[in-house]
């Protein structure tokens, strides 16, 4: 099971001060987690987790920047190092019952916090030798915003309420207590330029500058600003402009630019439309603020260029207790929780595209109508709503209970119906306009509720009794038909199978899952979470799978029929409440948690032996077949036995081309955020301007891209003949505004004037227009141009355009990184589809380009290359290969795609597309990273049939040799795969010896000779470096037969001498290739193996000389000691040929010259391998290579852990794993 995507959770609502900024990161607060965002490239670096309960503060540390601390109402404080996301310090508040609200850093000493508790209690804790102290205790409300001031460090303000005090942390004692208003203070902050000056802001929308030396509460107010009528969420002085302060508002995204000497806002500005502020906090010596908003949303703002730099999804902040996909639509996600809301997720972009609010209640439950998108939320009130989710309006509102609905479940048979379960102990049934129909009384609570999905009359409950009950609401009375027993705690949700009718699963605190047989009232028992069990979710394809989510934070996968554990997820944070997946798209799941984030995962390797199998077949004929019962014993190996690949096989069937049928196939199977856009390009490469691509893609195709912009404006263009309501009117407006820019990109400037004049910016129009004719506008608006560049302004793009200098534009869009943008313009431009200065007196070729222009024999320009590779960087950056490869697709680079699919671990991908384009050369990197793929999930005849495509036979060699000698079909295999029969082998691998010594040891391995392939190999080898002058070329040969060995079956001493050269023929490979992170793994393996072979010849003087190399490129800081160590003894370590170089490169890593940029095409960067993994026990998943976090993980024979990226590498150039046993990874 694999993590594919994540939706981080949104800033909490609950407390101020939740958000800094440090050490080039930025950090918020959920309600338990901490998220660090890399601010060089917006990736989410880490999650930092540990506190149980509501995390109510965050500061960085003024001494050490790389330190923050975290307050929590689970009475603890936390200390984190954010570089690698260890705990510093816990400090226990429990035993003396302090509970923090707010939480500052001194600024004279590094080891103290200050931290603010109820009724006025005030604490310094030295988390070094955890020593406190009290301040002082108000008596008064209690504390909730602190913070010293920078120019007079011991002066603390403290908010209770209206009031606010002047602490002398110091002296230990209050200065001053004032209530200076009947409001609350919602905000302060201290002048930085200031030891006396501050600004408070009032929940009434007041903002007030005090001088807090005034010897009399009158004197302190020295102005109070006007009013903000949407509320006041957040102040922030403008570092770099003395005077200056910046307020945010609570009910609108606007932020408000003040002078102290004004009482009006200079002016106004708006962040965001749809979300009002949360907290603000202004960047230091720069015009950026880092904000979050009440929707969850946290990103940085640039005010000089008036756009977020990023800016996070608006997500749930708080616990999210279900989720679902929507059965109308394969691509939308539900999720409900406690922050009153039902978000809609689109999966293809993992942006949320609508979100349901109430003004109040915990949404426990929600349920699809069956075939509408219409959705129905549960409530912790009794309250039900049904929502119309296109049109965002309450189809339905009412009370079906009397307390609190847990869950709540559709009919998929007679849609008219619905079901609740609820703490009032009834399961009531209702119709989908509010009229119950039957109401179930049960001895306690009932949680779990489900339709029976073949059988409309058919409904199932768990109770807080244990018991599981099965009703037919056909039958007069209330009585169960089923009443299934077998659970020791209180049963919460239950989910029929999908298409076995007899069975259905049902979860329960005592931590286990119960598969039962409602006919007889027999069970399997699913045992091995550590808490309560919560989510539960049949696969829809294979009938023996389920998985589940538990309180202990983690998603299991059993096969229910051998009551076995098929693979664990540790990576959610807190209790796992909700699973789902579509029975179109089987195997993928989303997840919900408390953690509040919302997570995405495919069952590889799980699912790997049906899609390589798809993909050669090219049909699901072959893998589909009857369900089996997990009640049967002698069933045999699980086939595909949902609607799903019913409906795919039969769309296969229906498709025209290859590229369609691989598509079908690649939907099915895979995640859409990851691979639609890849094969939106191959249909484009296929089919040309018969497909129609979407814009909605990051990725388009170079050859139909004007047509697809052209259409999305066209599009977006009909707005004005829909809803004249004053909403309507004002999204229509915005949708023309959008159509405009699009039809601009493409060089349409007469349409961008119609349309721009038609919303009221006539300015612009007018500016724009003269570019058809008037030679005079050239230079006014190149002027003009210059002016809105130097101040980065986006609308500088329709003055570059329309004077022709597009160079310029690109370079401005490159600039900012808005590369779809600069794609777009690079390919138009190649087109001749922009005026040039001398056309402007007869009208330009732009006003006649027809949407049906023929592009397709346009050359690829160096433009267009060179922005494809900054989108592949920045997709790697990401990593995102599969997009990286999509970048190179557009541009018809082929090649190149494939390539970054291979190093991206993509390799099944690779081969259905290099398949479905129907190359014509044959591609070795493709054929064997497929073969590798078909290897690990036991389909040794596809992988066969790919290998005996495969021109480097030594490359076959290597994975054929890999198939278990007492495999039935061994000998048919290797014939399949363009081999001979293994036992051909052992009459002529003495044959060769002598004349190809590399044959000879493929040979013998073939045969199983394995000890006579290793006395070949190190006879070889000896010589080989014992030479004067070393040939690599042979030596690498050699080195590739010898990964046929299966070193397990060699003596220890023999195997010792073939890891030693492997490794460190290895490690020279990984220098070679850039593999930088593995290289001093490899060396030390060596190294270690060279010291036990005190007795034999060694390249001892080269081992240590490569060890060396390998730590200054893989390790620079721990390389320079080891150099300097080596170097200091080189008369007894080294010889001068060995330290002379060493001299160079050490003098090259203390002045920071050797290491560059690893070259783009030789990055490993699998999917999804930036995705923050969880602590497990404690520890998190470290790389015993890298000493790294290992994302995601390889588990070696010895239990230790790699990354997917160094199993890839280190395959590569050493097949043997890096724990020395001589077992092939």
Same mark, same amino acid.
């Given at each position: 099971?694999?993590?594919?995507?994540?939706?981080?959770?949104?800033?909490?609502?609950?407390?101020?001060?939740?958000?800094?900024?440090?050490?080039?990161?930025?950090?918020?607060?959920?309600?338990?987690?901490?998220?660090?965002?890399?601010?060089?490239?917006?990736?989410?670096?880490?999650?930092?987790?540990?506190?149980?309960?509501?995390?109510?503060?965050?500061?960085?540390?003024?001494? %050490?920047?790389?330190?923050?601390?975290?307050?929590?109402?689970?009475? %603890?404080?936390?200390?984190?190092?954010?570089?690698?996301? =260890?705990?510093?310090?816990?400090?226990?508040?429990?035993?003396?019952?302090?509970?923090?609200?707010?939480?500052?850093?001194?600024?004279?000493?590094?080891?103290?916090?200050?931290?603010?508790?109820?009724?006025?209690?005030?604490?310094?804790?030295?988390?070094?030798?955890?020593?406190? !102290?009290?301040?002082?205790?108000?008596?008064?409300?209690?504390?909730?915003?602190?913070?010293?001031?920078?120019?007079?460090?011991?002066?603390?303000?403290?908010?209770?309420?209206?009031?606010?005090?002047?602490?002398?942390?110091?002296?230990?004692?209050?200065?001053?207590?004032?209530?200076?208003?009947?409001?609350? #203070?919602?905000?302060?902050?201290?002048?930085?330029?200031?030891?006396?000056?501050?600004?408070?802001?009032?929940?009434?929308?007041?903002?007030?500058?005090?001088?807090?030396?005034?010897?009399?509460?009158?004197?302190?107010?020295?102005?109070?600003?006007?009013?903000?009528?949407?509320?006041?969420?957040?102040?922030?002085?403008?570092?770099?402009?003395?005077?200056?302060?910046?307020?945010?508002?609570?009910?609108?995204?606007?932020?408000?630019?003040?002078?102290?000497?004004?009482?009006?806002?200079?002016?106004? +500005?708006?962040? &965001?439309?749809?979300?009002?502020?949360?907290?603000?906090?202004?960047?230091?010596?720069? +015009?950026?603020?880092?904000?979050?908003?009440?929707?969850?949303?946290?990103?940085?703002?640039?005010?000089?260029?008036?756009? @977020?730099?990023?800016?996070?999804?608006?997500?749930?902040?708080?616990?999210?207790?279900?989720?679902?996909?929507?059965?109308?639509? *394969?691509?939308?996600?539900?999720?409900?929780? @406690?922050?009153?809301?039902?978000?809609?997720?689109? *999966?293809?972009?993992?942006?949320?595209?609508?979100?349901?609010?109430?003004?109040?209640?915990?949404?426990?439950?929600?349920?699809?109508?069956?075939?509408?998108?219409?959705?129905?939320?549960?409530?912790?009130?009794?309250?039900?709503?049904?929502?119309?989710?296109?049109?965002?309006?309450? =189809?339905?509102?009412?009370?079906?209970?009397?307390?609190?609905?847990?869950?709540?479940?559709?009919?998929?048979?007679?849609?008219?119906?619905?079901?609740? /379960?609820?703490?009032?102990?009834?399961?009531?049934?209702?119709?989908?306009?509010?009229?119950?129909?039957?109401?179930?009384?049960?001895?306690?609570?009932?949680?779990?509720?489900?339709?029976?999905?073949?059988?409309?009359?058919? #409904?199932?409950?768990?109770?807080?009794?244990?018991?599981?009950?099965?009703?037919?609401?056909?039958?007069?009375?209330?009585?169960?038909?089923?009443?299934?027993?077998?659970?020791?705690?209180?049963?919460?949700?239950?989910?029929?199978?999908?298409?076995?009718?007899?069975?259905?699963?049902?979860?329960?605190?005592?931590?286990?899952?119960?598969?039962?047989?409602?006919?007889?009232?027999?069970?399997?028992?699913?045992?091995?979470?550590?808490?309560?069990?919560?989510?539960?979710?049949?696969?829809?394809?294979?009938?023996?799978?389920?998985?589940?989510?538990?309180?202990?934070? *983690?998603? &299991?996968?059993?096969?229910?029929?051998?009551?076995?554990?098929?693979?664990?997820?540790?990576?959610?944070?807190?209790?796992?409440?909700?699973?789902?997946?579509?029975?179109?798209?089987?195997?993928?799941?989303?997840?919900?948690?408390?953690?509040?984030?919302?997570? @995405?995962?495919?069952?590889?390797?799980?699912?790997?032996?049906?899609?390589?199998?798809?993909?050669?077949?090219? /049909?699901?004929?072959?893998?589909?077949?009857?369900?089996?019962?997990?009640?049967?014993?002698?069933?045999?190996?699980?086939?595909? /036995?949902?609607?799903?690949?019913?409906?795919?096989?039969?769309?296969?069937?229906?498709?025209?081309?290859?590229?369609?049928?691989?598509?079908?196939?690649?939907?099915?199977?895979?995640?859409?955020?990851?691979?639609?856009?890849?094969?939106?390009?191959?249909?484009?490469?296929?089919?040309?301007?018969?497909?129609?691509?979407?814009?909605?893609?990051?990725?388009?195709?170079?050859?139909?891209?004007?047509?697809?912009?052209?259409?999305?404006?066209?599009?977006?263009?009909?707005?004005?003949?829909?809803?004249?309501?004053?909403?309507?009117?004002?999204?229509?407006?915005?949708?023309?505004?959008? /159509?405009?820019?699009?039809?601009?990109?493409?060089?349409?400037?007469?349409?961008?004037?119609?349309?721009?004049?038609?919303?009221?910016?006539?300015?612009?129009?007018?500016?724009?227009?003269?570019?058809?004719?008037?030679?005079?506008?050239?230079?006014?608006?190149?002027?003009?141009?210059? %002016?809105?560049?130097?101040?980065?302004?986006?609308?500088?793009?329709?003055?570059?355009?329309?004077?022709?200098?597009?160079?310029?534009?690109?370079?401005?869009?490159?600039?900012?990184?808005?590369?779809?943008?600069?794609?777009?313009?690079?390919?138009?431009?190649?087109?001749?589809?922009?005026?040039?200065?001398?056309?402007?007196?007869?009208?330009?070729?732009?006003?006649?380009?027809?949407?049906?222009?023929?592009?397709?024999?346009?050359?690829?320009?160096?433009?267009?290359?060179?922005?494809?590779?900054?989108?592949? =960087?920045? @997709?790697?950056?990401?990593?995102?290969?599969?997009?990286?490869?999509?970048?190179?697709?557009?541009?018809?680079?082929?090649?190149?795609?494939?390539? !970054?699919?291979?190093?991206?671990?993509?390799?099944?991908?690779?081969?259905?597309?290099?398949?479905?384009?129907?190359?014509?050369?044959?591609?070795?990197?493709?054929?064997?990273?497929?073969?590798?793929?078909?290897?690990?999930?036991?389909?040794?005849?596809?992988?066969?049939?790919?290998?005996?495509?495969?021109?480097?036979?030594?490359?076959?060699?290597?994975?054929?040799?890999?198939?278990?000698?007492?495999?039935?079909?061994?000998?048919?295999?290797?014939?399949?795969?363009?081999?001979?029969?293994?036992?051909?082998?052992?009459?002529?691998?003495?044959?060769?010896?002598?004349?190809?010594?590399?044959?000879?040891?493929?040979?013998?391995?073939?045969?199983?000779?394995?000890?006579?392939?290793?006395?070949?190999?190190?006879?070889?080898?000896?010589?080989?470096?014992?030479?004067?002058?070393?040939?690599?070329?042979?030596?690498?040969?050699?080195?590739?037969?010898?990964?046929?060995?299966?070193?397990?079956?060699?003596?220890?001493?023999?195997?010792? =001498?073939?890891?030693?050269?492997?490794?460190?023929?290895?490690?020279?490979?990984?220098?070679?290739?850039?593999?930088?992170? #593995?290289?001093?793994?490899?060396?030390?393996?060596?190294?270690?193996?060279?010291?036990?072979?005190?007795?034999?010849?060694?390249?001892?003087?080269?081992?240590?000389?490569?060890?060396?190399?390998?730590?200054?490129?893989?390790?620079?800081?721990?390389?320079?000691?080891?150099?300097?160590?080596?170097?200091?003894?080189?008369?007894?370590?080294?010889?001068?040929?060995?330290?002379?170089?060493?001299?160079?490169?050490?003098?090259?890593?203390?002045?920071?010259?050797?290491?560059?940029?690893?070259?783009?095409?030789?990055?490993?960067?699998?999917?999804?391998?930036?995705?923050?993994?969880?602590?497990?026990?404690?520890?998190?998943?470290?790389?015993?290579?890298?000493?790294?976090?290992?994302?995601?993980?390889?588990?070696?024979?010895?239990?230790?852990?790699?990354?997917?990226?160094?199993?890839?590498?280190?395959?590569?150039?050493?097949?043997?794993?890096?724990?020395?046993?001589?077992?092939?990874?």
């Amino acid at each position: 099971m694999k993590q594919i995507g994540l939706i981080p959770s949104g800033a909490q609502l609950w407390y101020k001060r939740i958000i800094t900024v440090t050490h080039g990161r930025l950090i918020y607060c959920s309600t338990i987690a901490i998220y660090v965002y890399n601010l060089n490239d917006f990736r989410l670096e880490r999650i930092l987790t540990g506190h149980s309960m509501a995390i109510t503060g965050v500061v960085a540390s003024p001494h %050490t920047p790389y330190l923050i601390a975290t307050s929590s109402l689970d009475q %603890t404080l936390r200390v984190w190092d954010i570089t690698d996301g =260890k705990t510093v310090k816990v400090v226990d508040l429990k035993s003396i019952q302090f509970k923090p609200y707010c939480i500052e850093w001194s600024h004279t000493d590094k080891y103290q916090l200050i931290i603010g508790s109820k009724k006025g209690a005030l604490k310094v804790w030295d988390f070094n030798d955890d020593s406190n !102290f009290a301040v002082s205790v108000f008596n008064g409300d209690d504390v909730r915003m602190i913070g010293l001031n920078a120019r007079n460090p011991g002066m603390l303000f403290v908010n209770c309420g209206a009031e606010f005090f002047l602490v002398d942390v110091i002296k230990r004692k209050t200065v001053h207590r004032f209530r200076l208003s009947d409001y609350k #203070i919602v905000d302060f902050q201290w002048d930085p330029l200031s030891t006396n000056y501050l600004i408070c802001c009032y929940e009434n929308g007041q903002s007030v500058l005090y001088d807090t030396e005034a010897k009399e509460a009158e004197d302190m107010k020295i102005k109070t600003f006007d009013k903000s009528g949407a509320g006041i969420c957040s102040v922030s002085w403008v570092r770099n402009e003395p005077g200056n302060f910046i307020t945010s508002d609570v009910r609108t995204g606007v932020i408000r630019y003040w002078n102290v000497s004004q009482t009006s806002a200079l002016k106004v +500005q708006q962040v &965001r439309k749809n979300s009002g502020f949360q907290d603000l906090v202004m960047l230091s010596g720069s +015009q950026k603020m880092a904000c979050a908003f009440k929707d969850g949303a946290v990103g940085l703002y640039d005010l000089s260029k008036k756009q @977020f730099d990023f800016i996070t999804p608006g997500s749930h902040t708080e616990t999210i207790f279900d989720c679902d996909y929507c059965p109308a639509n *394969t691509d939308i996600f539900a999720t409900s929780g @406690f922050d009153h809301s039902i978000r809609l997720w689109d *999966t293809h972009r993992l942006k949320v595209v609508e979100n349901l609010t109430h003004e109040s209640g915990v949404i426990y439950g929600l349920a699809w109508h069956p075939t509408k998108r219409e959705i129905a939320g549960a409530f912790n009130t009794g309250l039900v709503i049904i929502w119309d989710a296109q049109k965002r309006i309450p =189809k339905l509102q009412t009370e079906i209970h009397k307390d609190c609905i847990y869950r709540i479940s559709w009919n998929p048979i007679d849609h008219s119906l619905l079901a609740t /379960s609820s703490k009032d102990t009834y399961c009531n049934v209702f119709s989908d306009e509010g009229k119950i129909v039957k109401k179930y009384k049960h001895p306690s609570p009932v949680f779990g509720v489900c339709w029976h999905p073949k059988n409309k009359n058919i #409904i199932a409950t768990g109770c807080h009794d244990f018991i599981v009950r099965v009703f037919n609401i056909n039958n007069s009375g209330e009585q169960p038909v089923s009443v299934l027993k077998g659970h020791t705690a209180e049963v919460f949700n239950i989910v029929w199978h999908p298409t076995i009718a007899n069975i259905l699963a049902s979860g329960s605190n005592d931590k286990t899952i119960r598969v039962w047989d409602n006919d007889n009232g027999s069970s399997k028992v699913l045992r091995g979470h550590t808490h309560y069990v919560r989510a539960l979710a049949w696969n829809h394809e294979l009938s023996n799978v389920i998985l589940s989510g538990s309180w202990d934070g *983690t998603i &299991r996968v059993w096969d229910a029929s051998k009551e076995k554990q098929l693979a664990i997820s540790n990576d959610h944070h807190a209790d796992v409440y909700g699973i789902s997946s579509h029975p179109e798209r089987p195997f993928i799941f989303g997840s919900t948690s408390r953690d509040t984030t919302i997570r @995405f995962w495919d069952l590889e390797p799980l699912l790997r032996k049906y899609y390589v199998r798809a993909i050669q077949d090219q /049909s699901l004929s072959n893998i589909i077949g009857a369900p089996s019962s997990p009640f049967d014993d002698n069933a045999p190996d699980m086939l595909l /036995s949902g609607h799903g690949s019913k409906i795919v096989n039969a769309n296969m069937v229906q498709a025209k081309t290859d590229v369609e049928k691989y598509t079908i196939l690649s939907e099915f199977f895979n995640f859409p955020y990851t691979t639609r856009n890849l094969w939106e390009l191959a249909n484009s490469f296929s089919q040309g301007k018969k497909y129609k691509s979407s814009l909605k893609s990051d990725v388009l195709f170079c050859n139909t891209i004007t047509e697809t912009v052209y259409s999305k404006a066209k599009e977006l263009e009909s707005s004005r003949y829909k809803n004249k309501s004053s909403n309507a009117s004002q999204r229509a407006a915005e949708q023309l505004r959008e /159509s405009a820019k699009q039809y601009l990109k493409i060089g349409k400037i007469k349409n961008y004037c119609e349309i721009m004049c038609e919303i009221g910016e006539w300015e612009k129009a007018i500016a724009v227009a003269p570019a058809v004719s008037l030679e005079y506008w050239r230079d006014l608006s190149a002027r003009y141009a210059k %002016t809105l560049s130097d101040n980065e302004s986006e609308d500088v793009m329709p003055y570059y355009i329309a004077t022709g200098e597009i160079e310029k534009l690109l370079n401005f869009c490159i600039r900012k990184n808005q590369l779809t943008d600069a794609s777009i313009v690079a390919r138009r431009d190649s087109e001749e589809g922009y005026p040039k200065p001398s056309k402007f007196s007869s009208p330009s070729k732009q006003d006649s380009t027809k949407e049906d222009e023929n592009h397709d024999n346009v050359p690829i320009t160096i433009e267009m290359r060179r922005i494809a590779e900054l989108q592949a =960087k920045n @997709f790697m950056k990401e990593a995102k290969p599969i997009m990286a490869a999509a970048s190179f697709l557009s541009i018809r680079d082929i090649d190149k795609c494939l390539h !970054f699919l291979v190093k991206g671990c993509e390799g099944i991908l690779a081969y259905s597309l290099y398949r479905s384009l129907l190359m014509r050369n044959p591609n070795d990197a493709v054929y064997l990273s497929f073969a590798n793929s078909c290897t690990q999930c036991g389909q040794w005849d596809i992988a066969a049939e790919v290998l005996s495509k495969v021109k480097n036979r030594a490359e076959a060699a290597k994975i054929i040799s890999k198939m278990d000698p007492f495999h039935p079909q061994r000998e048919n295999l290797f014939i399949k795969a363009g081999f001979q029969p293994p036992t051909f082998y052992s009459t002529q691998a003495p044959a060769v010896e002598h004349k190809n010594p590399a044959d000879c040891i493929r040979f013998y391995s073939f045969a199983s000779e394995h000890q006579n392939a290793a006395l070949v190999a190190i006879v070889q080898y000896e010589e080989l470096f014992t030479m004067e002058d070393w040939n690599w070329p042979l030596i690498t040969e050699i080195h590739s037969a010898v990964q046929c060995i299966d070193a397990t079956k060699l003596e220890s001493l023999m195997r010792t =001498k073939i890891m030693m050269y492997t490794n460190l023929i290895g490690a020279q490979l990984a220098l070679w290739k850039e593999y930088y992170n #593995i290289a001093p793994k490899l060396a030390q393996n060596a190294r270690d193996s060279m010291k036990k072979l005190t007795d034999f010849f060694t390249p001892k003087q080269y081992i240590e000389y490569l060890y060396c190399l390998c730590m200054a490129y893989g390790d620079p800081e721990e390389g320079i000691s080891i150099l300097a160590q080596t170097l200091s003894r080189e008369m007894d370590v080294l010889d001068e040929k060995y330290a002379k170089p060493l001299i160079l490169i050490k003098k090259r890593l203390e002045d920071r010259s050797l290491l560059g940029d690893v070259p783009l095409s030789n990055l490993v960067v699998p999917s999804g391998s930036n995705l923050p993994v969880r602590s497990l026990d404690g520890k998190k998943v470290v790389s015993m290579i890298s000493k790294k976090e290992a994302q995601p993980p390889v588990m070696l024979e010895d239990h230790s852990v790699i990354s997917l990226a160094e199993s890839e590498m280190w395959r590569e150039v050493n097949t043997f794993s890096p724990t020395m046993t001589g077992v092939r990874i």
